[in-house]
């Protein structure tokens, strides 16, 4: 069956509340282990179909936020789920307190889960968690609604960054000022946003009786084995071990290049000769695809296959789509489904193989578990098997990119050290953001400005009065609508950038591995999943100058003066 014909339907709030009581009830009465499994199985089946319906909403909204009808689906699951999860924690209560508990193989981690469940929710928060989703679309909708003017002709904001990559650098600037203009002509609208979304998670923190919303942002985040202390060890190691090498790429880059210094529309302008660039049509692109998925494995031959007769992506930029890429599941037909906004560069193919890492994770996972909590493994880990197999696919560079493979393979790695730094610039700011609620606009943006400078040092913004005030955050999404969903990009980078490593020593041992979390899904934590991988977890001291010693070496040996 394609995506275009899994069946939507709204499922009315009062009969989920009573189906939902109905089977609770059951739950806590249970006879024996027995009883108790097959109505916890029960209610997993009937959570992961309230669960289908919503994300099919959800993604078909995306793909058209101008479609009515899904317009207004997407209103009443938003206000819908915050009321839901009043069962949500009914039901983490009564599996906690179960006597069934220590008789079961119910995954440890699950448990843990609903902890968090416990820890951040109560319905005095119901209301403030409806609005916290109605900004969240209202920032969604924002930026799908851009309508950049540029020579003549109308863009958005994925449909005109090739033109902010282009060989002509008067081009770049120009339509840089053009994707900027965006942005500062919203300047109000989207610091009033960002300005509401900050007080009503600080305001459910509080109630909830934190001292403000980092602690429930981690919570909310299921950070299961690491806290602050260690992020905020991470994060000086990457400032120590990794922003060094990436000033030193950039200098590099900035000779390949021709220029004397780097401006903001010369960062991600990467070679004289153009930034590699994907041969091909979107189509030609999803054959490349399930050629290079053929050959691969025969995992990832069978999940593919898969992912294109039932056309379970939806990848062409378009008017009113909204922006950015995900990959999500639908539990009852237990497939992924990707979404993205391809524009004709590099990012197309890092997207298509990043997602399919996601929906591959999820294609086994399935098969093996059936609790819908645990489809996915936390943000973290999830994001290790996204970001790895970007790597995966390097030997099948050649059927996207032809003669510029070689160019790709540095500009990837290229690209993901210089990742690291900004990622956790991310995530530093949305710690000060959150420590200081009471910080007006202007002072966030003069914040994010300052950390730039420290995880960023040689970028400049002249000529660009928003960003050098400390703008540019608002295109970032996460900020927006998945606080504190950022760093875990660069936990998984380094993981990845490991399998990278073992994999050009070992390529068999290391996609064994892979496939092994892959099938994990949700049942083990982020560490003990970096562990079963065999790959040193991110925040041991050492870990993050070993992997920038090493890409250092990989990239010094490719001669790219010749790109």
Known sequence: MKFKDFEYK?????????????????????????????????????????????????IRHSINTADEFYDKENEYWDQTMPLLQVYEVELAKTLLNSEY?????????????LENTLKSFSEEIIEDLQEENRLSTEYGKLKSSAKIEFNGEIYNLASIAPLMN?????????????????????????????????????KMAKKL?????????????????????????????????IVPLSVELRKRQAQRIGVDRLQCYDMN???KTGNPKPHGSLDELVNAALKMYTEMSKETAEFFKMMVDQELFDLPTRPNKEMGGYCTGIYDYKVPFIFANSNGTAADVDTLTHEA????????TFKKVNIPDLSFPTMESAEIDSMSMEFFAHPWSELFFKEDAEKYHYFHIESSINFLPYGCLVDHFQHEVYAHPEMTPAERKACFRK????????????????????????????????????????????????????MKEDREAAWKDYVHICELGGT??????????????????????EVAEKMKEELDGIDDSRF
Do not use: W
Request: aromatic share 16%.
């Open 269 to 271: 302008y990467n070679f």
């Open 524 to 545: 083990k934590t982020f560490t003990q999943i970096v562990r079963e991988a065999h790959l040193k977890v991110p925040f041991e001291d050492g870990c993050l100058k």
């Open 101 to 113: 508990r220590k008789e079961t193989d119910i995954p440890e981690s699950l448990y843990l889960t």
């Open 10 to 58: 709204r499922l009315a709030y009062e009969d989920l509340k009573k189906e939902f009581e109905e089977k609770l009830e059951r739950l806590k009465k249970a006879a024996d282990k027995d009883e108790y499994l097959k109505i916890f199985d029960e209610i997993n089946e009937f959570r992961g179909h309230i669960n289908s319906m919503q994300t099919i909403c959800s």
């Open 357 to 364: 890492g996601h929906a591959f994770q999820a294609y086994c």
């Open 166 to 202: 282009d060989d002509d650098r008067n081009i770049r600037m120009k339509a840089t000022k053009a994707y900027t203009r965006f942005f500062e002509e919203n300047e109000d609208k989207f610091d009033d946003i960002y300005d509401r979304l900050v007080k009503v998670r600080d």
């Open 451 to 502: 950390l730039e400078k420290v995880y960023k040092p040689d970028i400049t913004y002249e000529g660009f009065d928003l960003l050098e005030r400390g703008g540019f955050y608002f295109r970032q999404g996460h900020i927006f609508q998945s606080p504190f969903y950022y760093i875990d990009y660069t936990l998984a980078q380094v993981c990845a950038l490991q399998f990278f490593i073992r």
């Open 209 to 241: 009786g934190y001292e403000n919303y980092i602690p429930l942002g981690y919570i909310r985040m299921n950070r299961l084995d690491y806290n602050q202390e260690m992020v905020r060890n991470y994060r000086d190691q990457v400032i120590r071990d």
